[in-house]
T-cell receptor, first 113, second 115 residues
Framework: QKEVEQNSGPLSVPEGAIASLNCTYS??????FFWYRQYSGKSPELIMF????GDKEDGRFTAQLNKASQYVSLLIRDSQPSDSATYLC?????????????FGKGTKLSVKP | DAGVTQSPTHLIKTRGQQVTLRCSPK?????VSWYQQALGQGPQFIFQ???????QRGNFPDRFSGHQFPNYSSELNVNALLLGDSALYLC??????????????FGPGTRLTVT
């Protein structure tokens, strides 16, 4: 059973702080990793993807991947109340394809003004 | 340019009944995937349709079936509904072989309640 594990939270940070969201995955052969954001009652939206070990930055978001440790993280700098949502760590396992995404349960982030 | 659309928005059914959910992919997309999201959980992959055929399937029983039409729209059918089938059903579309990163767009979902 291929799994993606996340702390369900809630993770509470003050406005302007750095929010750090973490994820581990079980399939060592996984090659593609994504972070989706889901507001309450809405559908998930893709915010970051990463394929290679290291860091990838996009605006206030930084995704980090360590395949040896089977660990993915998302940093949100200068957190805003509008960042309050559930963040889903998503993996395409070895042999999988676009569309066959393995989702974690999500970490609920709350940014306090 | 319309994004992914799903209908209906909400649905209430009784145990044992059958339900059909519909999805129209984003313009230009040809692949449709269906996910089930129970309350407080991440979405779980049900199956994916491409070229009118089921290409991949997750760990869901045969009560869950689907169809893709020539215009790429898709239906999800669930027979003999159980209380545990109550969830948000998400449809996602993408373009096969686009050569780009996984640009999978999700629809707003259908909230199914089984009583």
């Amino acid at each position: 059973q291929k799994e993606v594990e996340q702390n369900s939270g809630p993770l509470s940070v003050p406005e302007g702080a750095i929010a750090s969201l973490n994820c581990t995955y079980s399939d060592r052969g996984s090659q593609s990793f994504f972070w989706y954001r889901q507001y309450s009652g809405k559908s998930p939206e893709l915010i970051m993807f990463i394929y290679s070990n290291g860091d990838k930055e996009d605006g206030r978001f930084t995704a980090q991947l360590n395949k040896a440790s089977q660990y993915v993280s998302l940093l949100i700098r200068d957190s805003q109340p509008s960042d309050s949502a559930t963040y889903l760590c998503v993996v395409i396992p070895y042999g999988g394809s676009q569309g066959n995404l393995i989702f974690g349960k999500g970490t609920k982030l709350s940014v306090k003004p | 340019d319309a994004g992914v659309t799903q209908s209906p928005t909400h649905l209430i059914k009784t145990r044992g009944q059958q339900v059909t959910l519909r999805c129209s992919p984003k313009s230009g997309h040809d692949t449709v995937s269906w996910y089930q999201q129970a309350l407080g959980q991440g979405p779980q992959f049900i199956f994916q349709y491409y070229e009118e055929e089921e290409r991949q399937r997750g760990n869901f029983p045969d009560r869950f079936s689907g169809h893709q039409f020539p215009n790429y729209s898709s239906e999800l059918n669930v027979n003999a509904l159980l209380l545990g089938d109550s969830a948000l059903y998400l449809c996602a579309s993408s373009l096969e072989g686009s050569g780009s990163v996984n640009e999978q767009y999700f629809g707003p979902g259908t909230r199914l309640t089984v009583t």
